[in-house]
């Protein structure tokens, strides 16, 4: 839509308002707060399901749930964390940012964009129903296979499995538009001078993870479709009885599933050096080769897959080059994590709430990614596949790595959205109540799991009671202070000190302004004017 529509459309008509200016809105920043907003309420529902699990585990035995339930809760609680809470949150940052910082008017689709965030709420009514009403004795609700839909399981689960399919379907066509939007975006509507490589790194960050959307959801929704057939209708694909492939499941859906997990992190790693360079007072380190780092991970990101199956059966050949090229993403990741420690190399630094949450989040999945590489190791994941190891790595990577990297983007940014200040000594108290509760509760997990304790398992030996009561004791903690991130972000939103346009004042009397004209991911130093 041009900028003469819009002034034509503003001049003549009268704006709705309510509910119907949030139902029919293709303000981007409209729709980025309704994604953003979306993300929270999810993420506290997935949270409180998994203190649920934590509960059971503060002790051998069986005390709050049978193991179906056990397993139901698992599985919705990761496919609402990485579905309905880690990507909505990502795709409200890039239809937030986005054109502001390509200079676009708006996203280059805006009734795409609209429709693309209202196909989310049905999508968390249908994978969250039937566990719902279960909870109420009503139906089985059984989605004990895990987030992963693993036949023969899931062919023979409960209405679980179908309503989890139609959404997983619902949350993947969300997602493909959202990616042609932003593809259409970034190719179409930079402003005159603004090449690809005089990007914000943001943009590039969500650029590939467009890429990667489209090449991937649609062989996760031709697999759950297959698997929808076998239940329904018949078919055999994932049935050896009738002549199917079990394993050949596992091949499509983790040939989305690993992309997934880049997916989640790299529009985080888009705007991480960009907090960086705001709080070290310092241009970036290293433009050009984090760009061509992120497209080095993004093509490795699909040729990886099997690496999450090593166990399950496949020739010595396919072990091998599935171990050696999951090792080799480790080379463009060392080269990212040394571009941002060399940029705050010996930078002015201060440690406002998002510097802290970014560098402790580079601490910590920098953990992820260490042990990553051990699981990459064949011989090796014999032992820990399918064991506590495994839930602490991916953690480290998904909650450390993704989440409190976009805890990191809120309070970054939060005064630009709300043109009000949050309150920083709370932002500092939620940062190291989250750092510290969240290594209490994983750290453990390494252990046990190295000492042999399965997942998706409600009972365990004894050897392993201490390391799960300090490990339930910190997801409570960590649980209870997420509480406080959304007492920081509504009392923002109603009112505050108010935000001046220049947010992020530097030490020593300078601050770092964007250049102008680009390269735009450049930083010139101004004196500030008290």
Not at 143 to 168: C, E, H, K, N, R
Request: charged residues 10%; aromatic residues 16%; glycine residues 10%.
């Amino acid at each position: 839509m041009s900028t003469t529509t819009v002034a034509h459309h503003d001049e003549h008509h009268d704006h709705p308002t309510g509910i119907m200016r949030w139902l029919t809105t293709t303000n981007h920043k409209d729709i980025g707060t309704m994604y953003l907003t979306f993300s929270l309420v999810m993420f506290l529902v997935g949270g409180s399901m998994i203190l649920g699990i934590r509960a059971e585990l503060f002790k051998p035995g069986l005390q709050l749930m049978n193991p179906e339930f056990f397993n139901q809760l698992i599985g919705v609680h990761a496919l609402i964390m990485i579905f309905a809470a880690l990507m909505p949150a990502a795709t409200g940052f890039a239809n937030w940012m986005l054109p502001l910082q390509i200079g676009a008017p708006d996203m280059a689709l805006p009734r795409l964009n609209n429709w693309g965030f209202w196909i989310l709420p049905p999508s968390a009514i249908l994978l969250t129903l039937p566990f719902t009403l279960a909870l109420f004795g009503v139906g089985d609700g059984a989605l004990a296979t895990g987030w992963t839909f693993y036949p023969p399981l899931s062919v023979q689960g409960g209405i679980g499995v179908d309503f989890a399919i139609f959404a997983v379907h619902l949350l993947g066509i969300s997602s493909v538009l959202g990616s042609i939007n932003i593809i259409v975006t970034i190719y179409n509507m930079r402003a005159p001078g603004m090449t690809l490589m005089k990007m914000p790194m943001f943009a590039w960050g969500w650029l590939i993870t467009a890429f990667l959307l489209i090449a991937t959801i649609p062989v996760l929704a031709g697999a759950v479709t297959m698997l929808l057939t076998d239940r329904h209708f018949g078919t055999h694909f994932f049935d050896a009885a009738g002549g199917g492939d079990p394993i050949m499941f596992q091949h499509l859906f983790w040939f989305f599933g690993h992309p997934e997990v880049y997916i989640l992190l790299l529009p985080v790693w888009g705007f991480i050096p960009q907090i960086l360079q705001t709080f070290s007072r310092k241009p970036m380190y290293g433009y050009k080769a984090q760009v061509y780092s992120l497209w080095a991970i993004g093509a490795l990101a699909v040729v990886v897959w099997a690496h999450h199956f090593f166990t399950a059966g496949m020739p010595v050949p396919a072990l091998l080059y599935f171990m050696y090229s999951t090792m080799a993403i480790s080379l463009p990741l060392a080269v990212l994590f040394y571009c941002w420690i060399r940029t705050m190399w010996k930078g002015s630094m201060s440690f406002e709430t998002p510097m802290l949450f970014t560098v402790g989040w580079i601490i910590l999945f920098g953990i992820g990614g260490l042990t990553g590489l051990v699981l990459a190791d064949v011989a090796a994941d014999a032992q820990y596949h399918n064991s506590y190891f495994v839930v602490a790595h991916f953690h480290y990577t998904l909650f450390a790595g993704g989440i409190m990297g976009i805890m990191a983007g809120v309070y970054y940014w939060l005064p630009k959205m709300t043109g009000h200040m949050y309150n920083e000594k709370l932002g500092k108290l939620h940062f190291w109540l989250t750092a510290i509760s969240f290594n209490v509760t994983f750290i453990p997990q390494f252990f046990v799991g190295l000492a042999g304790m399965p997942r998706r398992i409600p009972d365990y030996a004894l050897q392993f009671a201490e390391f799960n009561m300090i490990s339930t004791v910190g997801a409570f903690v960590l649980g209870l202070s997420q509480l406080l991130f959304v007492y920081i972000i509504i009392s923002c939103v109603k009112g505050g000190q108010k935000a001046t346009d220049r947010v992020w004042e530097g030490a020593q009397g300078l601050e770092w302004t964007l250049s102008s004209p680009p390269p735009y991911h450049s930083f010139t130093e101004q004196p500030v004017v008290k």
